[in-house]
């Protein structure tokens, strides 16, 4: 089958029939040629309804938990996004093409440059690569109307709770090392809101605001 239509397919039978409503979400699912985000030799398992390997033990997310957090954080055109945990980059561009720039942390350098270097080759010009500690956010560029991590946490970073913009929105999967959930923090006129969207698995966030060892 075609890249396209196994792509279609994914969006139909994965993301759709789980309950993804957002447009604009389906339609960055079905622009986004996942198999390129895939180390060459496993491209043929890329729209799979699963995680995958992309080296340095870490992993590209199952399509549904990206589609989900990214309908949680209901990016329009005009935000400003903090995407930490950039991995193979396939979450920072369908960020990228949502809003309108897109500020990327990544611990492991060697993933950042990869990323960085096919996100240039598909086109994305809105994305501004840091490599570091992204449990501290990026405090010169605050603040963002949007936060994910795309790693588990132990606990919602206070760095990051500070670098939201007034009504912004912070997706994290929160818990513990092993079994996390899906935390939406949303800041109100008060404070926080927080809300639970369900459990989750994620490799683990690591840094000063996260667990500090492997
Ligand atoms: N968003 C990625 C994608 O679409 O491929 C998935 C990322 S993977 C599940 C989580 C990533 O978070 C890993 O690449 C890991 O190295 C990174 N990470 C872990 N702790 C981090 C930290 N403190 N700062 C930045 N990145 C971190």
Excluded at 183 to 205: A, M, S, W, Y
Aim: aromatic share 6%.
């Amino acid at each position: 089958m075609r890249c396209e239509d196994q792509r279609l397919n994914m969006v139909q039978s994965q993301i759709i029939a789980r309950g993804i409503k957002a447009e604009n979400v389906i339609n960055a699912f079905l622009k986004i040629p996942r198999h390129l985000f895939v180390p060459p030799e496993i491209r043929h398992l890329a729209y799979r309804d699963s995680p995958l390997k992309i080296g340095a033990g870490q992993t590209i997310s199952q399509p549904y938990i990206v589609a989900l957090m990214t309908e949680l954080l209901d990016v329009e055109k005009n935000h400003k996004i903090l995407d930490i945990g950039t991995g193979s980059g396939y979450q920072t561009a369908i960020l990228a093409e949502l809003g309108k720039i897109v500020y990327t942390v990544e611990r492991i350098e060697t993933l950042s440059r990869s990323a960085g270097k096919l996100l240039a080759a598909i086109g994305y010009e809105n994305i501004s690569y840091h490599i570091g500690d992204g449990t501290l956010g990026v405090p010169e560029f605050q603040p963002y109307d949007r936060i994910v991590v795309t790693a588990a946490a132990p606990d919602i970073p206070d760095s990051l709770l500070d670098q939201l913009a007034p009504n912004g929105k912070l997706v994290i999967p929160a818990g513990s090392r092993f079994c996390q959930d899906l935390i939406l923090i949303e800041k109100v006129e008060d404070g926080f809101r927080q809300t639970n969207h369900g459990g989750c698995t994620f490799v683990p966030l690591i840094g000063k605001e996260g667990w500090h060892e492997i």
